[in-house]
């Protein structure tokens, strides 16, 4: 399901607001992508990246963030 309006999420450690992406990113947020039933994005855009959120253990709830560039220059 893709969400264009932030939807707070929580891990183990931490609560994601969007203010608190965004300072963590350092960009600014476009939409999110939830896969299932799962309270937390697989996928978030911003106006820069798309983020891949990536589950770190299977135990804990506990996730990182991959940036990557939506429009790379090549030349």
Sequence with gaps: MLVCDW?????DAELYTQEVF????GDEFEAMMFKDD????SYIWTVN????VKR????????????IPRNPVCE
Excluded at 49 to 52: A, D, N, P
Excluded at 56 to 67: A, H, M, P, Y
């Design 22 to 25: 965004e300072e963590t990113i």
């Design 38 to 41: 799962n309270r937390i994005p």
């Design 56 to 67: 770190s253990s299977k135990v804990l709830t506990d996730i990182s963030f991959e940036k």
């Design 49 to 52: 990246f798309v983020i891949i």
């Design 7 to 11: 939807k707070d999420f929580s891990t």
